[in-house]
């Protein structure tokens, strides 16, 4: 089950970069829910507020790379008499929309509109993915796979971070590893502390591997090397360097710079795609974000990271 969320979360980041969102999701959302949506432009050009609509189900929907209240607002404030009983939904292609799930929307056509369930994102599909049966999350793979062409190969991966981990290991940093104290807490609560908006959807994406990396620290360590106080303390050394310079989504960003830069610039470095290595780096830093080695923690709140 790991295996397939894994893939799945591999095709749907690049969502935000795929020329037919509006075909895509047309034909993803009928298959995950059982809708029957169709997409409104290809047969009425420039209609205001929509781009899917099933009439079967009285669903209508938008697809935006720009997820803001006056986004939705401004969809629900059009001229939409004509489907009236309809259930409104809004879906975010290319950020994360949870903020949005606790506002009040002014909705003047009264649609069936609850923010709370009618608001998706990455996050929220992929939620809605691993509750499904293993078949049904295979049937959603297979068809994301066919329609986008791309999957991430978890043993791949798993070779491209074991690699990456040693390189970043080859000096040691554990006194700075082992400067801070590793402290539970809630994960959207310390990016919220840290002001990291731009950053909240790679953490959001790539939390998912906490625990392969866990495991790959893990196996290193049975051989006598600890890699991960290592590698930790390389990226903390990184954070420290930046932190009285940069703040906030800058500083995050700075730090997976940096860590390409160390990997690429490594001796041992042999060369993979750099959308592999941005990928292995970005894991990483998430990694040690939740392992509380970057940014502060948010006093008081708790989280059991596993």
């Not at 809708?35 to 099933?54: G, P, R, Y």
């Amino acid at each position: 089950m790991l295996a397939t969320r894994i893939e799945l979360r591999g095709q749907l980041n690049i969502l935000d970069y795929h020329l037919h969102c509006e075909n895509f999701y047309l034909h993803f959302f009928n298959k995950l829910f059982g809708w029957e949506l169709e997409n409104l432009n290809s047969c009425k050009q420039n209609v205001e507020a929509i781009d899917l609509l099933d009439n079967k189900n009285k669903i209508i929907v938008q697809v935006s790379s720009t997820a803001t209240k006056e986004k939705i607002e401004s969809a629900l404030s059009k001229d939409l008499s004509a489907y009236t009983g309809f259930s409104f939904k809004f879906i975010s292609i290319s950020k994360n929309a949870n903020a949005l799930r606790s506002k009040t929307f002014e909705n003047s056509q009264k649609l069936d509109f609850a923010p709370q369930s009618d608001i998706y994102d990455i996050a929220l599909i992929m939620k809605i993915i691993s509750a499904l049966e293993i078949a049904d999350q295979r049937r959603i793979a297979s068809f994301i796979k066919e329609e986008l062409g791309t999957e991430v190969d978890p043993l791949k991966l798993e070779t491209n971070l074991a690699a990456i981990i040693n390189i970043l290991a080859k000096e040691d940093w554990s006194l700075a590893a082992s400067a801070v104290e590793t402290v539970p807490f809630d994960i959207d609560k310390k990016i919220d502390y840290n002001h990291l908006d731009a950053a909240r959807g790679i953490i959001d994406d790539y939390n998912i591997h906490h625990g392969r990396v866990d495991r790959i620290y893990s196996d290193f360590d049975k051989l006598g090397s600890n890699k991960s106080t290592s590698v930790l303390g390389a990226i903390r050394q990184d954070y420290l360097a930046h932190m009285s310079l940069l703040g906030d989504d800058e500083l995050f960003f700075k730090i997976i710079e940096c860590t390409v830069d160390r990997v690429q610039n490594s001796a041992n470095y042999e060369t993979i795609p750099y959308e592999e290595l941005e990928l292995c780096v970005n894991i990483l830093v998430v990694d040690s974000f939740i392992r509380c080695k970057i940014f502060k923690n948010p006093e008081g709140y708790v989280y059991a990271a596993s």
